[in-house]
């Protein structure tokens, strides 16, 4: 059985946090993308051998129990001060507040009983007798169970949370200790640290399911997010296993500090922090590759750690050091790995995928001299993002900005930008209308854009033959000079039309004209502007035969 350990160095406040924050942190080079490690910022004395911790759902306050004196502390996680105590039975062990954050339920293996504590009061208002020596105790989501494991009698009890009774004691493995639920209430997963084993329970019919072995003296467990993974901390092996909660498999083990007894995993599910009781520190596994990235000396005797929903917080219990330490868990920095396309036209619009690191949460991504982008939408591993328009060329760094800071400039992350252009295709057609008194020839200027940018403004003009009439309802004739404008933007792949005629007549003869339409302004500038013209050339005799190529 796990019992009180005997007491070892007891650290003071001064050298904890000193050692936290000044120890170099065993991280590998290639860990750019690990979770950071957290640091202790602060180490608040409670009552003797500490090994439960809960959170209030809001965060605000910290239940602690006392192994040896049954005494709870109550913690303001404000001020970091205990703010009031209070006794619940003897040998206090594990501690689990309902949902809505109005019981604290508490185990204690000396009596053989879990106390119900209104936290309003921080009174008991039921004592519930169990199994012998309860150790472990979780909650279902709803709160409506409460389950208990009873490492002296081999035995998981279930607890109805709304009359306060055990309605199924379920037969486990030897010394039963940490305890886990999935969130739909369905399997309770049981670490048996006598039988090197998880037992599942199918919590309907209150039966083992299934039993995986694991590492020596398995003790706490915890669920990922998903539930597809459960984390065992192997004490006696100094391992953490990794288990498939579809298949109930063992997957892998992680080797961490020596006398791992808790693990906890972060909201995200993207790092475990395992508790290494013997050599007093905590190691920080990356739940994905299933590595080590960083080792964080901690106070005496490390055991249980609650974290924050939002992950920034950890109140973890030093047993032989009679303390609490609380932990910050400093938010990764977002990395940028690539962007793609590399490059757009500075008249802006150009849809960027941004992949990376630590994307999620993102409150702005910025394209360097550019300015913000005009929408984005990320995700942990990519962003969509819209570039801005600019006067600037050439290369710039695309940065992405979360609460955990802005992503350093790589070459990774170039986006380069080009100066708008948009080439105007400009086709000319004649058609001769033949009459000896009121011949003609009516044009049809026909103007598409043809990219890469849409053009915001553009004129075409023309040189008309001297001594000839020459109307149009869309341009301006002025003399011998017309003049086409465009009214409004004109996409890439979009055509718009501009009409005129030239008259020939009966006192023409015999004539031969050309006329050339090209493009003279515009905005953006044409990439090739010399292209951006058509000629037709037309020959009349009198106003009867008019012919035009």
């Known amino acids: 059985m796990r019992t009180r350990r005997a007491p070892g160095r007891t650290w003071t406040a001064v050298t904890a946090i000193a050692a936290a924050t000044a120890a ?26 500490p090994a ?119 037969p486990v493995g030897a010394e039963p200790h940490g305890l886990a639920v999935s969130a739909d209430g369905k399997r309770l997963y049981v670490a048996a640290s006598g039988a090197k084993a998880v037992n599942v329970i199918d919590t309907a019919s209150s039966t083992v399911s299934a039993t ?83 080792t964080v000396p901690v106070g005496a005797s490390p055991y249980s750690l609650a974290i924050t929903g939002d992950g920034r917080r950890g109140y973890l219990t030093d047993f032989t050091g009679s303390a609490v330490d609380v932990l910050d868990f400093p938010l990764p920095v977002p990395a940028v790995t690539g962007i793609s396309p590399s490059g757009g036209s500075g008249v802006g619009g150009t849809t960027v ?24 939408n990320c995700t942990k591993t990519s962003c969509t993002a819209t570039a801005p328009a600019t006067t600037v060329t050439g290369p710039v760094d695309v940065r992405v900005t979360a609460p955990g800071g802005t992503s350093a400039a790589v070459a990774a992350d170039r986006f380069s930008y ?34 890469p940018d849409t053009l915001t403004s553009g004129t075409v003009s023309a040189d008309l033959p001297a001594g000839l009439a020459a109307t149009s309802s869309d341009c301006t004739i002025a003399g011998t000079k017309l003049t086409c404008k465009l009214t409004g933007p004109l996409a890439k792949g979009a055509s718009t039309t501009r009409h005129f005629s030239i008259s020939v007549g009966l006192l023409s003869l015999i004539r031969s004209f050309d006329v050339t339409v090209a493009r003279t302004a515009g905005v ?23 012919t035009c190529h």
């Open 212 to 294: 995986v072995p694991v590492g020596h003296s398995v003790f706490g467990l915890a669920l990922s997010p998903d539930g597809t993974r459960l984390w065992a901390a192997d004490a006696d092996d100094a391992t953490a296993s990794v288990l498939d909660t579809t298949g109930n498999t063992l997957v892998g083990t992680v080797a961490v500090g020596a006398g791992p007894y808790a693990v906890s995993l972060a909201p995200d599910g993207s790092a475990a922090y395992v508790s290494n009781y013997a050599d007093n520190t905590v190691s920080v596994v990356d739940t994905a590759s299933r590595t080590v990235t960083a």
């Open 24 to 49: 170099l942190l065993s991280q590998p080079a290639t860990a750019e993308a690990a979770t950071p490690p957290p640091t202790v910022k602060a180490h608040v004395p409670v009552a003797p051998y």
């Open 52 to 170: 439960g911790v809960a959170l209030t759902p809001d965060g605000g306050h910290a239940y602690v129990t006392s192994q040896s004196s049954g005494t709870v502390s109550v913690l303001d996680t404000t001020s970091n001060t205990v703010a009031a105590t209070f006794t619940a039975g003897t040998g206090s062990y594990a501690v689990a507040l309902s949902p809505d954050g109005h019981r604290a339920y508490l185990t204690h293996h000396l009596d053989g009983t879990v106390s119900v504590v209104d936290t309003t009061s921080n009174t008991v208002t039921a004592t519930v007798p169990v199994g012998a020596q309860p150790w472990g105790l979780a909650l279902s989501a709803d709160g409506s169970r409460a389950y208990v494991g009873n490492a002296g009698a081999n035995t998981v009890s279930v607890l109805d949370t709304t009359t306060n009774t055990v309605t199924a004691t379920v």
């Open 524 to 546: 953006p500038a044409d990439p090739t502007p010399a292209t951006s013209r058509d000629t037709r050339s037309c020959t009349a005799v009198l106003g009867l035969l008019i």
């Open 353 to 376: 995928t941004v992949t990376g690191t630590d994307l999620n949460g993102a409150t702005a991504v910025t394209f360097g001299a550019a300015g913000a982008a005009t929408a984005f």
């Open 418 to 451: 080009t100066a708008p252009s948009a080439h105007l295709g400009v086709a000319l057609t004649a058609t001769p209308v033949s009459n000896l008194l009121s011949g003609r020839v009516d044009y049809t200027v026909t103007l598409t854009g043809q990219g």
